[in-house]
């Protein structure tokens, strides 16, 4: 077995290989001045079970060209089988026309990673399915594994908590939202959301006592940071001690993070799905642990 990086993922290919004991391949990768992309095999991958570790975060379409020119060039180069780990998937989010006359973007993404040469997928907290549910996109295996247990423990073991309660922001978060509560043994619930603009969310608190509790808000994404700021202030207003919010996938577009902080978060946890400031949390262990089985 080979490890072998995109562009997006470097930090994250390297500790995967560690995980794994198994050698990281040097690419080469280049952007030429009219933005086409080239990348490179150093070694040969003839015979190989190829891993190719790439998150198709922003830029997603440099990303994306990025991934296919590598699993095609894996193929062609005679990798035996060659896998690709999207630890965060762009273009999920669109995986129905929701206004007549849309492109599903996420079908014809699963097209092009299948006819450039992907043998198996490997993602994280993957949007459209929600926690511990495969992709059914794809002809081809497709594994949706979980950071939420990760990102519970790493705050039950860094902070001192004093009677914590999990919460997701929104019902969709519910499913994270037990898995991180059970896996520190706390009680969880999620809120209950409306969303009334990509930028404006209205969520009302369930009937539990926040009271001088310590809450970790679970969820997905966090982009704008809207739905984490809403829940914090209703948390806060509710008498909650420290808030934190944690996140598999921290896209922070614009000034999300300083937002988030200004609503009363103590801290912002995210994991290495995307290399960020908040990416505390590596979700290596877990996919190390899926590609071995
Ligand atoms: C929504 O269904 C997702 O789970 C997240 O709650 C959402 O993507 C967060 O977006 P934002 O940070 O822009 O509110």
């Not at 079970?49 to 296919?68: G, W």
């Not at 994991?271 to 071995?292: F, L, M, N």
Request: with cysteine.
């Amino acid at each position: 077995m080979k490890i072998v990086s995109g562009s997006a993922s470097t930090g994250l290919a390297e500790k995967i290989s560690e995980e794994l004991g198994v050698e990281l391949l040097p690419m080469e990768r280049k952007q030429f001045p009219d933005g086409e992309i080239y990348v490179r095999f150093k070694e040969s991958v003839e015979n190989e079970r190829v891993i190719i570790v790439q998150s198709t975060c922003k830029p997603p379409n440099d990303n994306y060209i990025e991934l296919f020119l590598m699993l095609d060039a894996a193929r062609d180069l005679g990798a035996e089988k060659v896998e690709v780990v999207i630890p965060y998937f762009g273009y999920a989010r669109q995986d129905k026309r929701f206004k007549d006359g849309e492109a599903v973007s996420l079908e014809t993404i699963s097209t092009l990673l299948e006819s450039s040469g992907a043998d198996e997928v490997y993602t994280v907290d993957y949007h459209p399915k929600g926690m511990g549910k495969d992709p059914e996109v794809f002809d081809i295996p497709a594994h949706n594994l979980t950071a939420a247990g990760l990102l519970a423990s790493y705050v039950d073991e860094n902070f001192d908590l004093k009677n914590p309660l999990v919460m997701g922001p929104d019902a969709g978060a519910e499913s994270w939202a037990e898995k991180a509560g059970d896996s520190i043994d706390s009680e969880w619930n999620y809120m209950l959301k409306e969303r009334l603009s990509s930028e404006e969310v209205e969520i009302s608190l369930p009937d539990v006592d926040v009271e001088g509790r310590d809450v970790i808000l679970v969820d997905d994404i966090i982009s704008t940071g809207g739905t984490m700021c809403e829940a914090i202030r209703l948390l806060k207003d509710a008498r909650a001690r420290d808030v934190y919010a944690c996140c598999t996938h921290p896209v922070l577009s614009g000034d999300a993070l300083e937002s988030i902080a200004m609503a009363g978060a103590l801290e912002v946890i995210g994991t290495d799905t995307i290399d960020s400031d908040v990416s505390e949390v590596s979700v290596a262990p877990i996919i190390a642990e899926e590609v071995e089985k």
